[in-house]
Structure formats: structure tokens, C-alpha cells
């Protein structure tokens, strides 16, 4: 197994709430302790702005150590535990044994589609503990964006058409292409996302998620059928049509 310290974490994060960034994010204790790197964006366009950004720069770090290390990428409404940093490094030495090609790791993710879609991930969500029965680590087609992170060497982006949604998906789907893995490992952490997990959605987050479902779904048209967290999309319109279903309230 490769040896924890060998493991180089960075992080990042884009925010758009100073409040909720303060009382979850930067309380995290591996964050307060000052042994971390955390890059914070506010104000960005898409998440690509901050993410590849900062992955630009550590790519281009003399540091070898730094260039060959990873990118965690986490919301500002996540809280990382005491040690987080360190079991996520051992999580991720362990997946490394298994999955030579490892390229993004998440916290929560799907591997396959539709009625063979099976979730994996360990994670308190809006206070809501989500433990799957799939064993960690495992391989993913879809990851949620909570929290993922990139092998910085790996030359993968972000794609900033997307936005703020699917582009974790993108991600997974993108390595794949080239030959990559990504999984899921154990690596509890606490979501504390205020938008609701089931019914109607503001007509504002509403109109974000379509923008960058429409571009998704064109994007990997070819790929589809496509499970994510969140939604099933078997051909384009899909996410439209499953927003259209659950109601639209006023922003």
C-alpha cells in the first residue's frame, strides 16, 4: 500500500455564503489546524472557475510532490471531521491497491443505470445519515459533488459550461474515456445543504439545474442511460421533464 505521507491533499472550494462557509467548511478542524491548503473562490461563474484554477497551479508546482498529489474539491456546506484529512489519505491508499488507473474519488456515487443502478458512500446528508450496503472502496459511474477529488496529474477539468450541476458526473465520465477509474471510499463527512431532497424546487435553482442538464445531456448523448445521485436520465429532456414533475415554487 502506498504510504500515507506519500499522499499530498489540497483543497478547494467555491462559495457564494461567507456565513455558511464559516460555520461549516472552515470550522472543519483539519482546516482550522493550518496543515491544509484551501483555496476558496467566491463569486465564481462555475465551479470549473475556482476548480481549474487552482488545479492549473498545482500542476505547474516545481514542488513534484505537489504536482503528483490530489485536489479535493468539497461545498461550502460540508464539515469535515476531526482527522478527516488522514482517513481520507488512508481510504485512498487503499483504493489505490485495488484500482491502479484511480483518477477522482468521492464520498457518495452510483455504478450503473437504471434498474442496475446500486449507490455507494458513507455520509451524514441534511441530517440524514446515508450508510449504502455496497463495500468501499468501489468503482462509480456518477459521483455526487458534495466532495470529490482529482489526481492532480490525471489532466482532467472541470467543463464550465456546466456550471454548477452534473459536472462531478462529467468528471467520472470523462476519465472513463480515457482509460481512467474513479470510486467511491469510506470517508465520512456532513452535508448541510439547504436545498430540499424531495419535492417542488425554487424556479431559480430550478432554471440553474435544466441550463446545465441541457448541456450534460447533449454532451454524452452517446452515453445515456446515465444514474446520478439525484437523477435517472435515460435521453435528453429527462431532467426537464422530472423537474417539471415535482413543481416549481416562486425564488
Not at 455507494?120 to 468501489?138: I, N
Request: one cysteine or more.
Amino acid at each position: 500500500m502506498i504510504p500515507t505521507e506519500h499522499i499530498a491533499l489540497s483543497f478547494v472550494s467555491c462559495a457564494s455564503n461567507w456565513e455558511v462557509l464559516s460555520q461549516r467548511l472552515l470550522t472543519s478542524p483539519c482546516l482550522q489546524a493550518g496543515g491544509q491548503s484551501l483555496a476558496v473562490h467566491f463569486n465564481s461563474l462555475s465551479a470549473a472557475d475556482g476548480f481549474n484554477a487552482t488545479l492549473s497551479s498545482l500542476s505547474g508546482a516545481a514542488d513534484g510532490a505537489t504536482a503528483s498529489g490530489w485536489l479535493v474539491w468539497v461545498h461550502q456546506d460540508v464539515f469535515l471531521p476531526a482527522a478527516w484529512d488522514t482517513r481520507f489519505k488512508l481510504a485512498l491508499a487503499q483504493a489505490l491497491q485495488h484500482f491502479a488507473q484511480l483518477a477522482v474519488v468521492g464520498v457518495y456515487g452510483v455504478t450503473g443505470s437504471g434498474t442496475q443502478a446500486r449507490r455507494s458512500g458513507h455520509v451524514l446528508d441534511r441530517g440524514v445519515l446515508l450508510q449504502e450496503a455496497a463495500a468501499l472502496p468501489c468503482l462509480v459511474d456518477s459521483l455526487d459533488e458534495l466532495l470529490l477529488a482529482v489526481r492532480v496529474d490525471s489532466g482532467l477539468r472541470m467543463d464550465p459550461t456546466l456550471g454548477f450541476d452534473f459536472y462531478g458526473t462529467d468528471l467520472v465520465m470523462q476519465a472513463q474515456q480515457r482509460g481512467l477509474q474513479c470510486a467511491v471510499v469510506d470517508a465520512y463527512c456532513e452535508h448541510w445543504a439547504t436545498t430540499p431532497a424531495s419535492g417542488a424546487i425554487s424556479s431559480t435553482l430550478a432554471q440553474r439545474i435544466q441550463s446545465s442538464a441541457a448541456v450534460f445531456e447533449r454532451k454524452w448523448a452517446q452515453r445515456l442511460p446515465v444514474s446520478t445521485p439525484c437523477f435517472e436520465i435515460n435521453k435528453v429532456g429527462d431532467v426537464a421533464a422530472f423537474i417539471a414533475s415535482v413543481g416549481v415554487t416562486p425564488p
